[in-house]
């Protein structure tokens, strides 16, 4: 394997000094001279019709200088992309609690939000669908798909061993400590500045420019320092900007529009809320032989991101198992929640909680170590994923299981800890996931599949990369700082990445689909090898220093700027058949959790966990490292505490007092286990990582909660009052 | 000893509310005495509960050392003053409800959360916001620790975690590993799963840094071995 100069060391991040000493500027440190503050007008019923909007007795509040609806806007009035055209601001039909109706600036936020209370909107309610059970019985819905391999019908009279259940997931809410916001401010030559907290700097301009009317070019968009994201600062931040800029264009003043955390929790995406039917089929020798299951998401009330949802939940529903039959059948539901989003872990979170349940369910059934059950029906090179792609290479799924089987010390305590008596009991589990990571064979409509990325050389030698992709936190900037820095042959800190602003950054997705370490680097790389080449072209053999350099390349005329491409694979994948080639490449995980319940109070407290992955080549542990801890953590967030309570469609656990997440007493020691399996994906041998962190610790702790109990929950979160009824229904069998 | 106790574990208030004000006299007290974290001396004396009529409509304090009498709207809440009128925007709102802790700020030493306060409360008290924890630009330990230990992601908790992080190693300068926990427990993180931050403190504490000044800190290793 290559040695690298750069790649794979630990390289501090260029962001965190500013971050630590309060110098980072989030949207919220920007205060303009004159600004205004907006706010929104939300609709209180989940679905009704709006008869009459009256918008005069907020304009006519002293400090009030707009107050806007949908007519007010010049351009569409719909969501950039958004198949079921999604408005900006609701006309006639409100179809879920906090959609936006109308919004206001004002001179101060009490002026805000008078002029929001004084906004006259007279509904009309209509019968609102909150069930997921019920929208799929009315065929409600967003999206479907399914996978077909052979009858598994044929095969259930012919297994020594079937389980089956239902396993349902919750909405989370991402929960990043910033809450959304952005600033709008009028240029003064005819464009618009958009800043803000936010993943996808081309959606936010694509949405800006649909609501102004404007061509893409007088819309710029600079993203500030993003306080946290994980999938739910893409269609928001669109939505906030497009409502700012209609309201800075309309005074001319900058418009400052930032959500309050109960806003923020009641009225933005959450993970889709999902049941799963799963049915799985084997041998006594634990060969696992057919896969059914019904996966059911609840999309909420728009499209968004329910199709990404489902391809994802979808192309990963047989896990990392060969199945000789399997019916999938996959559906997102429309109902009158709030929509649903994109969530680290997107689709896969879901299928995974319930594939691996019922996969732990199983090898209890035939009496088979769970973690030998897995191994036995690994997929393995050159099989047939259910969507028909042959298994190229790695991830090394044994490799993985070896892993946390060691660190963990996992034949003693599944030996031991059921021998524990007394209040207090131990169990262990394990859950494996196969992730496909790089680009996919989805595309939303619109979105470029080919990245680009610029490199530009100062004549003293300093080098700005722009590029596409926002730091959401997860250190992307940082990296693709060490990754120009190895092909220029110069140091990480001579390299200053754009902050993704439009004028400067080519093409690239939007921070999402984990593409960071994959796409943008090798569009980096690209790139960064032109530039070389041109430098080298005049300085090649000189024994000169990178500076040097570069100034006999500035003496020589050489251009010191180059675009580099990365162009995605020919992938596919047809939803109706479920065939494709839906990935080029992917990653894996195994989890395995140790946990302590309490049998009188049915409190369950995760003291370890071990997250091994197959990422290729760590281009720098350090922020590998971070993203395992920070995954598992959320992980056992969403496995025993996190719950978005709705109550007649509106949103009742809004902020951290009635919806918890994981403080640092709840978080268990987390030991990162990286395994270079080999499989190239992207540049020296990467893979994507963020997401997959998450996806397997909830089925290892259910799993952990059974080892120690014998109660198989089969619902999340695992709140104490869930698994006190799983433990009377344990005992009573 | 009073020591910050945890987010909603087990009790789930800070003891913030009893403790706030106290005649503005104080403020006229020399900067270098008020600047000294004095969380025993500060905890010890019994203070009104509330600003005494005439102080609500402004700001008198010590802030990051320096004395500061300031008019300021009645019910102007800490955080608001700190971050609208004196610019430091380091301190950071993320929840409005005390629920988060990443808008800690430290009066007279001790962690309370500036968007549970009104601006007037801390009459005649020492603040110190992430601003003035690295006076001269010098890092404190614990901002040091955070930054070697690849402690970073987002950011947008880690002013609130580098104060409760020196007050508790202020107050305590051995903590126990369930300590560091604990005083950390009010300070929600969503990216980095606490480990590193923990390990931080941990890491900070164990330099046993020690004072050369009444603002500025120097590792022990860095002073010749000595001190």
Redesign the interface.
Known sequence: MPEYRVIGR?V??P????????????V??L?PAGYLVARLVRSPHPHARLRALDLLPARALPGVHAALGAHDIPGENRMPGAPDGQPILAVGEIRYAGEPIAVVAAESAEAAAAAARAVRAEYEPLPALLDLDTAFAGRSFLAQGRIRRGDPDALWSGCDAVVEGVWRTPPQE??????NGVLATPDGTGGILIQGSLQSAALVQRAVAAALGWPLNRCRVAPC??????GGKEEVPAHLAACAALLAVRTRRPVRLLL??EEDFACTPKRHAARIDVKVGGTKAGGLTALDMRYVLDGGAYVTASPYALFRGLTHAGGAYAWRAARIDAAAVRTHHVPAGAFRGTGEVQAAFALECAIDLFAAQVGLDPLDLRRRNLLAIGDETLTGQKVEGPPGFADLLDAVERASDWRVKRAEFPRSRGIRRHGIGVALWRHGVGPSAFAAAGEPTTVEASAAVASDGSITLGVGCVD????AHALLAQVAAEELGCMPEDVRVSDADTTRAAAAPGGDFASDALSVAAAVVDACRKLRTAIESVAGDLPLSWKDRVREAVRRNVGLVANGRSAAPALSFDRETGKGRPFAAYAATAAIAEIEVDIETGEVAVTRAWSAHDIGRALNP??V??QV??????GVGGALLEELRTRDGRVVSG???HY??????D?P??SALLVDGGGAAGPYGAKGLGEAAVVAIAPAIVAAIAHATGARLAELPCTPERVTAALAKAAGR | MAKPA????PSGKRPISARASRPAAGAKRPSAASARPATRRAAAAPRPAVATPGECDRVSCVLNGVPLAVPSAPFTRLIDFL??QRC??????????G??G?CTVLVEGRPVLSCLLLACQVTGRAVT???G??PNGK?HPV?QA??EG?A????????GV?LTGKALIDANPSPTPEEV??A???????????????AAVQTAARRAYSRTGDTSWTLRGKKGGGA
Do not use: W
């Open positions: 630990r501090p991040r962001d965190a000094p500013g971050k630590v000493t309060g110098s980072a500027t989030y919220a440190d205060a991402h929960a990043y400590l910033e809450p320092t993003v306080g946290g994201a994980f309050g955390r959401e936190g997860q250190g350090t922020l490292e971070g801890e920070g995954g598992i953590v959320q902020g951290f007092a918890a997440i994981p403080s640092a007493l978080a020691v987390v | 945890p987010r909603r574990k971050r609208e430091l925007t380091g301190v950071k709102e993320a929840c409005g409800n629920e988060c990443a916001t992430v601003e924890a690295a890092l901002q955070l930054l690849g970073v992601q987002c950011g947008f908790c880690m002013p580098v926990k604990a950390l427990a009010g300070n929600l993180c969503r990216c980095t799963g606490y480990a590193r931050i923990e």
